[in-house]
């Protein structure tokens, strides 16, 4: 069936309202005109029956009955009034009323005792209603005729449409039709100014179109003559390559298409770091970097890549585009450069080469030196400055070492290296404490400055892991303030590296596991010896399932990423146990740190506010670490306590700032140290401390806890004393959340 143009349309749609307005208007005009002349006759009537009535009633009164029955013939001379009855205390005395039918109406007035004002009868008036319907009809009439003349207004309109919409049409088709380069032609379109700037505008349009499609077509060719080019499905098949693609990959077009993109992917590379970059592309985020790809002949070669995901309307993956460029000679060129064995700036030997000597000789003393306050020169006095003392402190050191079996070697920007082959070790200290003290003791001149160089080295002998020892002596001479320091000297410092690593690899796998448990402790009312708070503490299950203390964990997990981890770990943990015990109040410790990290501070926001329980939260903030940036502690403080939540200071009596500290931070609780606790029952300074906190709390209106409670004596004697909560293995010990919800 063919469908109708917009012109005929528009002509139906106007006809069409144009009929149901005509009804609506006529209908309800006429219902109108017949109420408002039906309202007129009935106060006719009203206004006859009102007059008549205080007669009627005054004669009554006088006893004229033969007057009322006249008043009542006169009243029916009424052109109008067909009927009259006059009824007086309950006598009629006249009833001449038509029976009911259509057109009369039939008006009813009491008639009053003038004195009395008491009603004493009744008058009843049939009034003719017929003569409002000629005037209605009448009325009717005009409006057919004005309704008729509306009808053909917007029967013209209609034609009026057809008529200039046509053209339109017409241009629609044609544009319809169009092939990209050809040209419009309206030929048979009646152009009235209108149409013609319509079909100008299409000319223009199209044009455009054809321009950008061209400039599309010329882009495409130009990334498929200089790039690398595949499209690939969400499922990682390939469904195009361009010709680049096959070049340096080796395959053909119809070995790539419908294959896994696995094809070209490198045996040597982890299928984690694929598994990361898809991960990336399916959250919809554009991937940059460089991969290694294995060609048909088993040849490794480099790509620098950009993968697009390409989204739908509805923001789903439709599919990848990846455009790449070879790198593989670049890489190739930066593997011999990171071969050459000599440092640009200095000229001296490099780390290259001091691994290459390394590996040829089966003794000797290795040093590593460091310039101390290099960086402090260089961001004062500017990066060329830097370099320019750095070359000429270079020329000192290599001008202080006269033997044949001493090589010096330019590591880091600040950082050097000595070998030596000949000097025991005892003597290679004392060589490279007398170049510092030298070096120290004199100046470099450079620019018109005179600068002051500071110095620390690290010494190893021990030819196993001779670089870790000499760089971790290096660590701890600069820790300790100690000029030259010999590995052997400190072995405890390599114990406590290798114990670092093993504790990261420990925390790394626990997390992954999910072995980072949580377990309570009750924090007891002194008053009513009732539980109704709980703090949170971390502990680590190991492989073998048992609990590991955060003593031997939490400082390697500061000086990692993964302390953050676990402080999100605890949080999760603790807040879900919370949703299922109500009306306990439960302590998550947080560090310094922890509120100074912008996305663990936005994950604790984002858990409180979905919690609904963050009036029964207290964060405990540590008062023994320092701090700082205090404002800005106090700022996340402050953050979290606008949730809802309460604030408690830890370890309260032994930190930094003490009491300044505890009226900058807006705490509700302080947690005594425990090692004012611990012995307040025999101890007169730890008792007077703690009474003179308990003082200042007081005044402050902080609610204290004692902590360290071990035995009935300190129980006692805090209970004294005044403090409002107590905690302590003396009173509970820590226990696995999941206890706590079963209890």
């Known amino acids: 069936m063919k469908r109708l143009s917009l012109s005929v349309k528009l002509t139906l749609i106007s006809i069409l309202i144009s009929g149901l307005i005509l009804v609506l208007l006529y209908f309800g005009f006429t219902h109108i005109v017949k109420q408002h002349l039906l309202k007129v006759e009935k106060e006719k009537a009203e206004i006859i029956a009102k007059t008549i ?105 209609g034609l009026l449409v057809r008529y200039f919409m046509r053209p339109l ?44 499609n061209l400039l599309l077509e010329r882009y495409k060719l130009s990334i498929d003559e200089s790039s690398i080019v595949s499209r690939i499905d969400p499922s990682g098949r390939i469904t195009y390559v361009n010709d680049e693609f096959c070049k340096v990959s080796g395959y053909e077009r119809q070995e790539l298409i419908n294959s896994s993109c696995n094809l070209v992917q490198s045996s040597e590379i982890s299928s984690e770091f694929y598994q990361n970059i898809w991960k990336h592309l399916y959250s919809k985020k554009i991937w940059k ?8 002949n088993g040849e490794p070669y480099f790509v620098k890549s950009t993968i697009v995901p390409i989204l739908d309307e509805s923001d789903n993956i439709l599919e ?46 290795l040093a590593f030196l460091s310039v101390d306050n290099y960086d402090v020169i260089k961001d004062y006095y500017g990066y060329e400055t830097g370099l320019d003392i750095i070359v000429s ?40 404490r007398e170049l510092i003290e030298i070096i120290e003791d004199s100046t470099i001149h450079v620019g018109g400055e005179y600068f002051d160089i500071h110095m620390s080295a690290g010494i190893s002998n021990t030819l196993e892991k001779i670089t870790l ?108 146990a919370m949703k299922q015990i109500s009306d306990v109040e439960f302590s998550i410790n947080l560090s310094p740190d922890d509120l100074m990290h ?33 404002n800005a502690v106090s700022n996340s403080i402050n953050k979290l306590k606008n949730l809802g939540c309460k604030v408690a200071i830890d370890d309260f009596g032994t930190g930094y700032s003490n009491f300044s500290y505890l009226m900058q931070i807006n705490a509700d609780f302080i947690k005594v140290d425990g090692s004012l606790i611990k012995d307040i029952h025999q101890n007169k300074n730890s008792h007077v401390f703690a009474q003179t906190i308990l ?38 010990e820590p226990k696995p959340l999941d206890e706590i919800i079963n209890k």
């Open 289 to 296: 970097g460089t991969l290694q790809n294995e060609s048909k």
């Open 53 to 157: 009535g205080p007669m009627i009633a005054m004669n009554a009164f006088l006893g004229l009955s033969d007057e009322n029955v006249q008043l009542a013939t006169q009243t029916k001379q009424n052109s109008d009034v067909v009927g009259v009855a006059i009824t007086i205390d309950d006598k009629i005395l006249i009833d001449d009323k038509l029976a009911a039918q259509d057109g009369f109406i039939l008006i009813e007035e009491l008639i009053y005792d003038p004195l009395t004002a008491d009603a004493v009868g009744k008058l009843e008036i049939q009034y003719l209603t017929g003569a409002y319907k000629e005037a209605a009809n009448e009325i009717n009439q005009n409006v057919l005729y004005q309704l008729g003349y509306i009808s053909i207004a917007f029967l013209l309109f």
């Open 393 to 432: 402190l270079s020329g000192r050191i290599k001008s202080l070492l006269h033997n044949d079996n001493v090589n010096l070697y330019k590591l880091a920007s600040n950082e050097y290296a000595i070998l030596s082959t000949d000097y025991d070790l005892d003597l290679f200290y004392s060589k490279c």
């Open 695 to 732: 003082h200042f709390a007081k005044q402050l209106e902080l609610k204290t806890v004692a902590v360290f409670v071990h035995n009935e004596k300190v129980m006692d004697e805090v209970r004294s004393m005044g403090f409002d909560y107590l905690q302590g293995f003396h009173l509970d």
């Open 598 to 630: 912008n996305e663990t501070m936005d994950f604790i926001s984002e858990a409180i506010s979905q919690s609904n329980c963050a009036e029964r939260i207290v964060l405990e903030i540590v008062e023994s670490e320092e701090i700082e940036e205090l």
């Open 320 to 365: 990848f585009v990846t455009i790449q460029h070879d790198v593989t000679q670049i890489i190739k060129q930066q593997e011999q450069i990171s071969r050459q064995v000599t440092d640009p700036v200095t000229g001296l030997k490099n780390r290259v080469k001091l691994i290459e000597d390394l590996q040829s000789i089966d003794k000797c003393s």
């Open 169 to 212: 049409g017409l241009i629609a088709q044609i544009v319809s039709n169009y092939k990209p380069g050809e040209k419009l032609a309206f030929s048979g379109v009646r152009m009235e100014p209108e149409i013609s700037a319509i079909s100008n505008a299409f000319h223009l349009m199209l044009k455009t179109i054809d321009e950008h």
């Open 469 to 576: 020892y000499a760089s971790l002596a290096l660590k701890q001479a600069k820790n300790t303030n100690v000029p030259v320091l010999i590995y052997e000297t400190s072995g405890n410092l390599i114990q406590h590296y290798e114990n670092n690593i093993l504790w990261t690899k420990k925390l790394k796998e626990a997390l992954q596991e999910d072995r980072i448990a949580v377990f309570a402790q009750a924090i007891v009312d002194s008053s009513t010896m009732q539980v109704n708070k709980y703090e949170c503490l971390v502990r680590l299950i190991d492989e073998d399932g048992k609990i590991v203390s955060p003593f031997f964990f939490l400082d390697v997990a500061k000086k990692t990423k993964l302390y953050h981890k676990i402080t999100k770990t605890v949080f999760s943990k603790t807040l879900a």
